[in-house]
């Protein structure tokens, strides 16, 4: 059974710092494109990050372009999303995700969630 379990959420002034993980199993192989998400209340999903596995590129969103790192430990079958110089706008739900068709575009396995709340 294909499994994301992510963890490391929880609360922090703005300005701190957190990172969270997401561990995988059942996955046949470690060539997955893999990504984070958030949704935020009233609001849309929005791509956080995207770590491509064909050829190590990684991409952000623009609003976490230099604050944010994804880095995939594959030792450990984990994902992570460090996170520093939070803000309160960064107060979200974070998903993380696994692509087998090697897509930032298209996910089709999703970890169930982390609320991520950013105090000011």
């Known amino acids: 059974e294909v499994q994301l379990v992510e963890s490391g959420g929880g609360l922090v002034q703005a300005g701190g710092s957190l990172r969270l993980s997401c561990a995988r199993s059942g996955f046949a192989s470690d060539d997955y494109t893999v990504g984070w998400f958030r949704e935020a209340p009233g609001k849309e999903r929005e791509g956080v990050s995207c770590?491509?596995?064909?050829?190590?590129?990684?991409t952000y969103g623009d609003s976490v372009k230099g604050r944010f790192t994804i880095s995939v430990d594959n030792a450990k079958n984990t994902l992570y999303l460090q996170m520093n110089s939070l803000k309160p706008e960064d107060t979200a739900v974070y998903y993380c995700?696994?692509?087998?068709?090697?897509?930032?575009?298209?996910?089709?396995?999703w970890g169930q969630g982390t609320q991520v709340t950013v105090s000011s």
């Open positions: 995700a696994v692509s087998s068709w090697g897509s930032c575009q298209a996910y089709d396995y």
């Open positions: 770590s491509k596995s064909s050829d190590g590129t990684t």
